[in-house]
């Protein structure tokens, strides 16, 4: 193999990890506080119907990834209305909100199957750094939603553990009757991240349409959506092991393509992420790990205040 | 935010009802700076309420509340933070997953926005000099002993600037020791100019600390007294706890709390008679060489031995967490040992078969958690009276449930031990944590049982229901039959138990013949000091 193929490789591994890194930094922020989103599925459907559907009629791929994130919020509001509004089942709600972004989706991207996208992102070149060997043309020659999603696990990170905001997201998921009576608005702190939940899975539906592969098809998300609630577990709801494990996913996709060739069947590796997810859980539930690293205590509990 | 002025604080005329029941009916309240003033009633009596409301958790229907001669109305808790008012939590409010520090940090308003546990160390030195509590902000919550946790509320609320602190059963969860150093630190605050209210159904604790008590009764004001013989329990803090001695020191005490036990219950509580028969000398229960583990996998229980005898009380008396629970929870098929047996009747335990077969033969489990392992909360009371016979006559045959033949074991218990609830179809969770005790111990005791493991049979049960269900587990004493008793309560202990063994890090430290020991020595023990002579282990010859 030589060099400039493991470069594209490893490179198409970064811009398949991309939109999972970035739908999964959403659920985390959403799980952190307690609520869980089975729906991200269908936020990235609609995120990337909306997000393609902008950009071609406006030419602007920036404006399709605004639509991409504003779709994405609409559909979490949903979320948010029945399971911390009305105090629903998380999990009923979320499966219904996958069932109907897929379905929305199909139905307003009828006419642009088989359109292509004209305007797409272009790849920044950081100055310097795009110039070093080897690492240059893998990380430094990205599209701009790349380096955004790296900002953006950073900056949850800090969040989560630096500073006040953090700390009342992660009590609210933790328990929630404690933060309450410390005087953190409970609900209103759910809402939010499961806003900011939506708007990052609608961006890595948007990311799908408009860089990944800029065309629309029924279906592109393709079980992403799944994959992704599987790296939140696997990650252990840490934005920065999210990171490596969603490049890590992105490579085993790419693999899924590289490894046909030599005969290896891309149904196994389809296996893998949900197989490692399976390992993640068993390690988290066992009694030693659990008090370190283990889901958000009240995870899936609407919270019902006195 | 500026230290506020704390002078004093008047509720009256407090009213508060919920739908089926008047909870505060016209209560007035008061407690000036420096003050500790207990507020005493049995569960149900309008305590967590009143304190709710005067915390912002709860509004109230109707009446006044005026702080420092100014009315005032608190929304929200926050709102009476910000007033000066803290509260620490029977049940406490902390995130066991966080640290110390962030916990601290999420109650204060004016953490830095990065970084907002920074600040805490600063603020921490002071509290420790000021009040002499000490907390390790590092320290994860969930590493920390019950103790611990409430001091971690009680500084959160003093950093947030309380100066009329609300302490929900304060001392429910700490050993002697911890309540002695407790009562430093409440002397501490008091001089200070904090006021303290003080929760709690613990007779002689209030007596020793408060200066002024006021009782509920039943959801209205029984009335407002003060300890008569204060002065003399001044002389020393120990008098807390140390029962024995105040009962013979000064007989003011003594009218004190049967006057107080009187307005707090309404009646006359029957006198306490120990009257024990002396136990059979044939050994009923025998226990050996028994390790249990915890659920992290650590030996909570370490070579464990002893017998009980037939019509014998065996107490447990220790800090929680000391292998009580892993303990009881190993005899009743809960949890299966690591190694040991246990035998009933010359009949080996089968310890490993589960809880059915324990039950099978011939125990009875009255458990710690009684909402998680003693009831099902959305069934009937009928059906929790048969969870455990269910399966056999004459409950059910061939797997068909008679519900006349549950209806009537349900209405005997019902009656008998008097449960206040609206019919024997109501779901339990309708019932108060009093009653659904009353409901366990009459399921557990209804088929007389050979052996009786109890694990905090009174525990947050009020005063008139505990002694209820101390004379049941005294009359299965008297039948002939073994009970094997873990409390917290020394009192409770030296009241029932005919022997009473100690348990300090997994092992029996110790037995003792509570008619020659006293609270003193038995805390001493539980706090894993040797007292020469008292070491038996398994050869535990009273």
């Given at each position: 193999?030589?060099?400039?193929?493991?470069?594209?490789?490893?490179?198409?591994?970064?811009?398949?990890g991309?939109p999972?890194?970035?739908?999964?930094?959403?659920?985390?922020i959403?799980?952190?506080a307690?609520v869980?989103?089975?729906g991200?599925?269908g936020?990235?459907?609609?995120?990337?119907?909306?997000?393609?559907?902008?950009?071609?009629e406006s030419?602007?791929?920036?404006?399709?990834m605004?639509?991409?994130?504003?779709?994405g919020?609409?559909?979490?509001?949903i979320?948010?209305f029945?399971?911390?509004?009305?105090?629903?089942?998380q999990?009923?709600?979320?499966i219904?909100?996958?069932m109907f972004g897929?379905?929305?989706?199909?139905?307003i991207?009828?006419?642009y199957?088989?359109?292509?996208l004209?305007?797409p992102l272009h790849s920044?070149t950081?100055?310097g750094?795009?110039?070093l060997?080897?690492?240059?043309?893998?990380?430094?020659?990205r599209?701009?939603?790349?380096?955004?999603?790296i900002?953006?696990?950073?900056?949850?990170?800090?969040?989560?553990?630096?500073?006040?905001?953090?700390?009342?997201?992660?009590s609210?998921?933790?328990?929630?009757?404690?933060?309450?009576?410390m005087?953190v608005?409970?609900?209103w702190?759910?809402?939010?991240?499961?806003?900011?939940g939506g708007?990052?899975?609608?961006?890595?539906?948007?990311?799908?349409?408009?860089?990944?592969?800029?065309?629309?098809?029924?279906?592109?998300?393709?079980?992403?959506?799944?994959?992704?609630?599987?790296?939140v577990?696997?990650s252990?709801?840490?934005?920065?092991?999210a990171v490596?494990?969603?490049?890590l996913?992105?490579g085993?996709?790419?693999?899924?393509f590289?490894?046909?060739s030599?005969?290896?069947?891309?149904?196994?590796?389809?296996?893998f992420?949900?197989?490692?997810?399976?390992?993640?859980?068993l390690?988290?539930s066992?009694?030693?790990?659990r008090?370190?690293?283990?889901?958000?205590?009240?995870l899936?509990e609407?919270y019902?205040?006195? | 935010?500026?230290?506020?002025?704390?002078?004093s604080?008047e509720?009256?005329?407090?009213?508060k009802?919920?739908?089926?029941v008047?909870?505060n009916d016209?209560?007035?309240?008061?407690?000036?700076?420096?003050?500790?003033?207990g507020?005493?009633?049995?569960?149900?009596?309008?305590?967590?309420?009143?304190?709710?409301?005067?915390?912002?958790?709860?509004?109230?229907?109707?009446?006044?509340?005026r702080?420092n001669?100014?009315?005032?109305n608190?929304?929200?808790?926050?709102d009476?933070r910000r007033h000066?008012?803290?509260?620490?939590?029977?049940?406490?409010?902390?995130?066991?997953?966080?640290?110390?520090a962030?916990?601290i940090?999420?109650?204060?308003?004016?953490?830095?926005?990065?970084?907002?546990?920074?600040?805490?160390?600063?603020?921490?030195?002071?509290c420790?000099?000021a009040?002499?509590?000490h907390?390790?902000?590092k320290a994860?919550?969930?590493q920390?002993?019950?103790?611990?946790?409430?001091?971690?509320e009680?500084?959160?609320?003093?950093?947030g600037?309380?100066r009329?602190?609300l302490?929900?059963?304060?001392?429910?969860?700490?050993?002697?020791?911890?309540?002695n150093?407790f009562?430093?630190?409440?002397?501490?605050?008091?001089?200070?100019?904090?006021?303290?209210?003080?929760i709690t159904?613990?007779?002689?604790?209030i007596?020793?600390?408060?200066?002024?008590?006021?009782?509920?009764?039943?959801?209205?004001?029984?009335?407002?007294?003060?300890?008569?013989?204060?002065?003399t329990n001044?002389?020393?803090?120990?008098?807390?706890?140390?029962?024995?001695?105040m009962?013979?020191?000064s007989?003011?005490?003594e009218?004190?709390?049967a006057a107080?036990a009187?307005?707090?219950v309404?009646?006359?509580?029957?006198q306490?008679?120990p009257?024990?028969?002396?136990p059979?000398?044939?050994?009923?229960?025998?226990v050996?060489?028994?390790t249990?583990?915890?659920?992290?996998?650590?030996?909570?229980?370490?070579?464990?031995?002893?017998?009980?005898r037939r019509?014998e009380?065996?107490?447990v008396?220790g800090?929680?967490?000391?292998?009580?629970r892993?303990?009881?929870e190993?005899?009743?098929?809960m949890?299966s040992?690591?190694?040991?047996?246990?035998?009933?009747?010359d009949?080996v335990?089968?310890?490993?078969a589960?809880a059915?077969?324990?039950?099978e033969?011939?125990?009875?489990?009255i458990?710690?958690?009684?909402?998680?392992?003693?009831?099902?909360?959305?069934?009937?009371i009928?059906e929790?009276?048969i969870?455990?016979a269910?399966?056999?006559?004459?409950?059910?045959?061939?797997?068909?449930?008679?519900?006349?033949a549950?209806?009537?074991?349900?209405t005997?218990?019902?009656?008998?031990?008097?449960?206040a609830?609206?019919?024997?179809?109501?779901?339990?969770?309708?019932?108060s944590?009093?009653?659904?005790?009353k409901?366990?111990?009459?399921?557990?005791?209804?088929?007389?049982p050979?052996?009786?493991?109890?694990?905090?049979?009174t525990?947050?049960?009020?005063?008139?229901?505990?002694?209820g269900?101390?004379?049941?587990l005294?009359?299965?004493r008297?039948?002939g039959?073994?009970?094997?008793?873990v409390?917290?309560?020394?009192?409770?202990?030296f009241?029932?138990?005919?022997?009473i063994?100690?348990?300090?890090s997994?092992r029996?430290?110790?037995?003792v013949?509570?008619?020659?020991?006293?609270?003193g020595?038995?805390?001493?023990?539980?706090?894993?000091a040797?007292?020469?002579?008292?070491?038996?282990?398994?050869g535990?010859k009273?």
């Amino acid at each position: 193999m030589d060099t400039a193929f493991v470069i594209a490789t490893i490179g198409r591994a970064f811009t398949a990890g991309t939109p999972l890194l970035l739908a999964t930094l959403g659920e985390i922020i959403a799980e952190r506080a307690g609520v869980m989103n089975l729906g991200i599925e269908g936020m990235m459907a609609l995120g990337a119907v909306a997000g393609f559907g902008v950009s071609l009629e406006s030419g602007s791929p920036w404006l399709g990834m605004l639509a991409a994130a504003l779709a994405g919020i609409s559909l979490s509001a949903i979320h948010a209305f029945v399971t911390i509004g009305m105090r629903a089942g998380q999990i009923v709600s979320g499966i219904a909100l996958t069932m109907f972004g897929l379905g929305l989706s199909a139905l307003i991207g009828k006419g642009y199957i088989g359109r292509p996208l004209q305007t797409p992102l272009h790849s920044i070149t950081i100055p310097g750094l795009a110039d070093l060997p080897f690492i240059g043309d893998i990380l430094f020659r990205r599209d701009p939603i790349f380096y955004f999603a790296i900002i953006i696990a950073a900056l949850i990170w800090i969040i989560l553990y630096k500073t006040r905001w953090g700390i009342a997201i992660r009590s609210v998921g933790e328990n929630p009757l404690a933060a309450e009576t410390m005087g953190v608005d409970v609900a209103w702190v759910r809402v939010w991240c499961v806003l900011f939940g939506g708007a990052l899975s609608g961006i890595a539906g948007g990311y799908l349409s408009i860089v990944y592969n800029p065309s629309w098809i029924e279906g592109m998300t393709a079980g992403r959506g799944w994959i992704v609630i599987a790296l939140v577990i696997f990650s252990f709801w840490n934005p920065l092991r999210a990171v490596v494990a969603a490049f890590l996913f992105g490579g085993i996709d790419v693999m899924q393509f590289s490894l046909q060739s030599l005969g290896i069947s891309p149904n196994l590796l389809r296996m893998f992420p949900y197989v490692a997810t399976i390992v993640a859980l068993l390690i988290t539930s066992s009694s030693i790990t659990r008090r370190h690293i283990s889901a958000p205590e009240a995870l899936g509990e609407p919270y019902q205040p006195r | 935010m500026n230290r506020h002025v704390f002078d004093s604080l008047e509720m009256t005329g407090i009213r508060k009802s919920f739908p089926g029941v008047i909870a505060n009916d016209d209560i007035s309240f008061s407690i000036h700076s420096g003050e500790v003033v207990g507020l005493l009633g049995e569960n149900g009596a309008g305590k967590s309420t009143l304190m709710n409301i005067l915390y912002g958790l709860i509004q109230p229907d109707e009446g006044e509340i005026r702080l420092n001669q100014s009315p005032v109305n608190f929304a929200s808790p926050r709102d009476a933070r910000r007033h000066g008012i803290g509260m620490v939590h029977q049940h406490f409010m902390l995130i066991p997953t966080h640290t110390v520090a962030e916990n601290i940090a999420l109650s204060l308003d004016d953490a830095p926005f990065f970084d907002p546990v920074s600040v805490i160390n600063d603020r921490l030195d002071v509290c420790s000099r000021a009040y002499g509590i000490h907390v390790d902000p590092k320290a994860f919550v969930w590493q920390l002993s019950a103790g611990e946790r409430q001091r971690i509320e009680i500084v959160k609320a003093l950093l947030g600037n309380a100066r009329l602190l609300l302490l929900d059963e304060p001392t429910s969860v700490m050993t002697p020791d911890e309540i002695n150093e407790f009562i430093g630190v409440l002397r501490a605050m008091t001089a200070a100019g904090i006021g303290i209210v003080f929760i709690t159904h613990k007779l002689e604790e209030i007596l020793s600390v408060a200066s002024r008590i006021t009782v509920l009764r039943k959801g209205r004001l029984a009335g407002t007294v003060r300890p008569a013989s204060k002065d003399t329990n001044r002389s020393g803090d120990t008098a807390v706890h140390d029962g024995k001695n105040m009962e013979t020191s000064s007989g003011h005490d003594e009218v004190d709390k049967a006057a107080l036990a009187r307005l707090m219950v309404g009646r006359e509580l029957e006198q306490i008679i120990p009257g024990k028969s002396p136990p059979e000398d044939d050994i009923l229960f025998e226990v050996e060489n028994l390790t249990v583990m915890d659920d992290r996998g650590r030996t909570a229980v370490k070579n464990v031995g002893f017998t009980i005898r037939r019509g014998e009380i065996l107490g447990v008396a220790g800090v929680s967490g000391n292998g009580q629970r892993e303990l009881i929870e190993s005899l009743a098929g809960m949890r299966s040992p690591e190694s040991g047996t246990a035998r009933l009747a010359d009949r080996v335990l089968p310890l490993d078969a589960g809880a059915r077969a324990i039950f099978e033969s011939g125990v009875a489990h009255i458990p710690e958690e009684r909402m998680r392992f003693g009831t099902v909360a959305n069934m009937s009371i009928q059906e929790n009276i048969i969870l455990k016979a269910g399966h056999r006559a004459p409950f059910s045959r061939r797997g068909i449930i008679s519900f006349s033949a549950a209806a009537n074991r349900t209405t005997e218990i019902v009656n008998e031990y008097r449960v206040a609830a609206t019919s024997i179809v109501a779901p339990m969770k309708n019932l108060s944590g009093g009653n659904i005790q009353k409901v366990i111990v009459g399921r557990e005791l209804a088929d007389h049982p050979a052996l009786v493991l109890a694990a905090h049979p009174t525990y947050g049960v009020d005063i008139g229901a505990a002694e209820g269900i101390r004379s049941h587990l005294r009359e299965c004493r008297d039948a002939g039959g073994a009970v094997f008793l873990v409390s917290e309560e020394l009192e409770e202990l030296f009241e029932l138990a005919d022997r009473i063994a100690v348990m300090e890090s997994g092992r029996i430290v110790g037995i003792v013949d509570p008619r020659t020991s006293s609270f003193g020595e038995v805390g001493m023990m539980m706090a894993g000091a040797h007292i020469p002579g008292r070491a038996i282990s398994s050869g535990d010859k009273p």
